[in-house]
Structure formats: C-alpha cells, structure tokens
C-alpha cells in the first residue's frame, strides 16, 4: 500500500468519468497521487429529521473509520451536510488528521435557480477537496483572498479564490514536512 496517495472515495451520485477529473485535477495541484474509489454508505442513521441534513461529525467519524489505513482519504457525498455549530457545511476534515469529506450538494448551481454549470461545480469541488485535504495537512483558515484555505461561508467566496494554496500556507506546508523528516 502507498502510504502517499489520497484516495477520494465516492458514496454514490457522482459520474465515473468526472471523479477522475476531479482526482487528476487535485493531483496536478497537489502534486501526489489521487485515486477514486467507489463505496456505498448506509448514511440513513446520520440523519437529522428535525433539520432534514446530515450531521458532517458523525459522517466524517464514519468515513475515518472506514478508511483509516490510507495516507489520506476525503469522501465524496451529495447530500446536506451540517455541524451543529453551522447551519450547512460544504466539506470538513480532521485537523492534522487523515481523512475529510466534501459534499457537492450546496456547490451545484441548480440548487439556487440558477442555469446548470458542470465546470463550476467541477471547480468548486475540487477546490473543496483541496481546502479540507490542507485541514488535514494542519492549515487552518487563512485571510488571503484567493487562498484555496480561505473560508468560505457562501458558494460565491468558493468561485472567488483558487485552487492554490497561497505563499504563507505553502511555507507552513514545507516547514511541517521537513520537520517530520
């Protein structure tokens, strides 16, 4: 087993074709293996009736438990995700932890009356999986503008930043590596 590669681990909803789209696309960024992965999750008792979302801590507990064994591991989801902090989350991960989780179900512009945009979603969810991968890197939220760390309370501060990290949150990057060498 690579003990360096991420491994996006897809629970139902997505398209073969754009996973791996979205594998290599964060693999050119993060310059590291990516492989997708097709799984089914019974996520039925990590509902909450009383707010019709899923609670993100315990589908993220789950998917860590599932996957443990992997350098890291972001699962994939398309359903409504909340902490109880939050209203709604687009994704979470465990700080200097392995694993993380996106939802593309609030980043897909159908859900707010707009015109259907595959590349936007496509966009958003890779910047996601970018950002929670760097929680689990050890980043946290950053104040630079188009930091792909940047927190993003709306769909829109996700269309504005990148899918780069920025030169401050590179140096951390480089600096928790070389130490652990």
Do not use: W
Not at 94 to 101: A, K, P, Q, S
Not at 163 to 181: D, G, H, M, P, V
């Amino acid at each position: 087993m690579d003990f360096q590669q991420i491994v996006l681990v897809s629970f139902g909803g997505f398209e073969k074709k754009f996973l791996n789209l979205i594998a290599d696309a964060v693999s050119a960024e993060l310059h590291t293996d990516v492989l997708v992965q097709e799984e089914h999750l019974d996520i039925s008792e990590f509902f909450d009736p009383n707010r019709r979302q899923y609670n993100g801590d315990l589908i993220l507990k789950k998917t860590h438990q599932l996957f443990q064994q992997h350098f890291r591991v972001i699962g994939l989801f398309n359903v409504d995700l909340f902490i109880p902090i939050l209203t709604f989350i687009y994704g979470q991960a465990m700080l200097n932890g392995r694993t993380g989780v996106v939802s593309a179900y609030r980043l897909d512009n159908e859900r707010y009356g707009l015109i259907k945009n595959k590349e936007l979603l496509f966009q958003r969810i890779v910047k996601e999986i970018i950002h929670e991968l760097g929680h689990t890197f050890g980043l946290i939220h950053c104040h630079t503008p188009n930091c792909v760390m940047r927190s993003s309370t709306y769909v829109e501060d996700i269309d504005q930043k990148t899918k780069a990290f920025c030169k401050a949150c590179i140096f951390q990057l480089e600096n928790q590596s070389s130490s652990l060498n």
